[in-house]
Each structure stands twice: as structure tokens, then as C-alpha cells.
């Protein structure tokens, strides 16, 4: 990503709307879906400036890893967690069948290889061990948002399962999410598209009413994510096993 880019969401992920609902969404998630085992380890991939890590300490001892020497610099002032420089898919700093769960949050569309990224990342899980993914969705909704976030790609929900099957993992489930704003969200990136409007990144916290609206509609999702598949959205949440007992 642009460096202006990581200093503007380590500024604003603690309060954005997009943010802080999809952390709640993630929880949810994971607390529904994933029986972790006591005293789980965890692994972050691509954790960026950091905001999700103390939501994943809810669940274990949590690692990270993150190319970026900016991103990682901006991390380690929110956390003391075990955060080390790292890139895939060669250059994963930890060891083979280590962790429970491996979470990846909008990290494959970054890579130009995300197979080979894909199949590094389940090469750190214990057999049976479990991984939580996020994309973007939909090349259509491809905006100046995704030029300045670095990414190769946008994802459709069977692309990315059959990515997951490469990679030799077992699917459990995916689904669309942000589904709810997702109208509000395509008219904005194709009006921008139309016009040739190149605003930073979508960055902007709203005023207070308005975030806090947005946020409690996006995060509502969390009743259903995980309960029923959502049949479009802004991203994808995929969740899969490595095979094991």
C-alpha cells in the first residue's frame, strides 16, 4: 500500500465505521465457528498497522507478521505481541504447524501469487487447524481505492473456494459480506469511476451520527455471517480447515 495510506488507517481504524464493524463481525465469526482449543495460538498474516490484533488476543496468544517496516513500526506502538517482518510466500518468519488458526484479512489480494500465498499460510497450521480469510469482492466495484491499496485483484466466492481447494484445504464455508450497504457502496465507486474522481481511499471518518449509523448496519451481519450465505457483497469471508484430525 502507499505509505500515506498505512499512517491514515493506523489514524483512523480504532473509530471508522468499516473498521470496528467488521471487527465485530470477525469475533462473531470466530467465537461461532472456530471451537478453538484452550490456550490456542494464533497467527495474523499481513496484520498491517495492527488494529485486529487485540481482538484475536480475545481468542489465544496471538503472532503477526508484516512486510511493511512502516506498518510494522505503527503496529508496535498498539501491541506487545510477537510481531515479526515477514512476506509471502517465501518469507514466513514462523514455523511449520505451529498455529490453530491463521487468520488472513485482506492479504491475498495484494500478492501476485496468491496461491503459492495461500499454501504457505495452511503449511503453518497444525493439521486440523483452522483459517479465516477475507477479500474484496467483485472486479466491477475496481476504484482508485484498490490503486492506492496496492491490490492485484477483486474475488468472486467461487474463484476463492476453488483457490482454497488448491491449496489443498477443506472449505467449511464463505459468503458475501457488507451486503447490507453494498448498493450504497456501488453507486459511490461507480460515480467516482464516471467521473474520474480519485479521492485518497475512502478514508474519511463520517461525522459521529452517520459513522455510528453505517457501523451498526455493517455490523449487524454478524448475526448471519456463518448462519446463512449472503448472495452479494463487498468482500468475501471464507473459512477452511487443513485436513487432520
Given at each position: 500500500?502507499?505509505?500515506?495510506?498505512?499512517?491514515?488507517?493506523?489514524?483512523?481504524?480504532?473509530?471508522?465505521?468499516?473498521?470496528?464493524?467488521?471487527?465485530?463481525?470477525?469475533?462473531?465469526?470466530?467465537?461461532?465457528?472456530?471451537?478453538?482449543?484452550?490456550?490456542?495460538?494464533?497467527?495474523?498474516?499481513?496484520?498491517?498497522?495492527?488494529?485486529?490484533?487485540?481482538?484475536?488476543?480475545?481468542?489465544?496468544?496471538?503472532s503477526a507478521f508484516e512486510p511493511d517496516a512502516r506498518a510494522r513500526e505503527l503496529a508496535?506502538?498498539?501491541?506487545?505481541?510477537?510481531?515479526?517482518?515477514?512476506?509471502?510466500?517465501?518469507?514466513?518468519?514462523?514455523?511449520?504447524?505451529?498455529?490453530?488458526?491463521?487468520?488472513?484479512?485482506?492479504?491475498?489480494?495484494?500478492?501476485?501469487?496468491?496461491?503459492?500465498?495461500?499454501?504457505?499460510?495452511?503449511?503453518?497450521?497444525?493439521?486440523?487447524?483452522?483459517m479465516l480469510i477475507t477479500v474484496p469482492a467483485y472486479c466491477f466495484l475496481w476504484s482508485?481505492?484498490?490503486?492506492?491499496?496496492?491490490?492485484?485483484?477483486?474475488?468472486?466466492?467461487?474463484?476463492?473456494?476453488?483457490?482454497?481447494?488448491?491449496?489443498?484445504?477443506?472449505?467449511?464455508?464463505?459468503?458475501?459480506?457488507?451486503?447490507?450497504?453494498?448498493?450504497?457502496?456501488?453507486?459511490?465507486?461507480?460515480?467516482?469511476?464516471?467521473?474520474?474522481?480519485?479521492?485518497?481511499?475512502?478514508?474519511?471518518?463520517?461525522?459521529?451520527?452517520?459513522?455510528?449509523?453505517?457501523?451498526?448496519?455493517?455490523?449487524?451481519?454478524?448475526?448471519?455471517?456463518?448462519?446463512?450465505?449472503?448472495?452479494?457483497?463487498?468482500?468475501?469471508?471464507?473459512?477452511?480447515?487443513?485436513?487432520?484430525?
Amino acid at each position: 500500500m502507499e505509505q500515506q495510506v498505512y499512517s491514515r488507517m493506523a489514524e483512523i481504524e480504532g473509530a471508522h465505521w468499516w473498521f470496528v464493524a467488521r471487527r465485530r463481525i470477525l469475533r462473531a465469526a470466530i467465537r461461532r465457528l472456530v471451537p478453538l482449543p484452550p490456550a490456542a495460538r494464533l497467527l495474523e498474516a499481513g496484520c498491517g498497522t495492527g488494529g485486529n490484533l487485540a481482538m484475536l488476543e480475545d481468542f489465544g496468544e496471538v503472532s503477526a507478521f508484516e512486510p511493511d517496516a512502516r506498518a510494522r513500526e505503527l503496529a508496535r506502538r498498539k501491541t506487545a505481541i510477537q510481531l515479526r517482518e515477514g512476506r509471502l510466500p517465501a518469507k514466513v518468519p514462523f514455523e511449520a504447524e505451529t498455529f490453530d488458526l491463521v487468520v488472513a484479512l485482506d492479504v491475498l489480494e495484494h500478492l501476485d501469487d496468491d496461491l503459492a500465498g495461500l499454501k504457505a499460510l495452511r503449511d503453518r497450521l497444525r493439521p486440523g487447524g483452522w483459517m479465516l480469510i477475507t477479500v474484496p469482492a467483485y472486479c466491477f466495484l475496481w476504484s482508485h481505492h484498490d490503486v492506492v491499496h496496492h491490490h492485484r485483484r477483486r474475488y468472486r466466492k467461487k474463484a476463492l473456494v476453488r483457490l482454497a481447494l488448491a491449496a489443498e484445504l477443506s472449505l467449511v464455508t464463505a459468503t458475501y459480506f457488507n451486503t447490507l450497504l453494498f448498493p450504497v457502496v456501488a453507486v459511490v465507486r461507480f460515480g467516482k469511476n464516471l467521473l474520474g474522481i480519485e479521492s485518497a481511499d475512502d478514508s474519511d471518518v463520517p461525522a459521529p451520527p452517520l459513522n455510528d449509523l453505517l457501523g451498526a448496519v455493517f455490523a449487524s451481519e454478524r448475526h448471519l455471517v456463518g448462519r446463512i450465505g449472503l448472495p452479494i457483497g463487498v468482500s468475501i469471508l471464507m473459512l477452511a480447515r487443513r485436513p487432520g484430525p
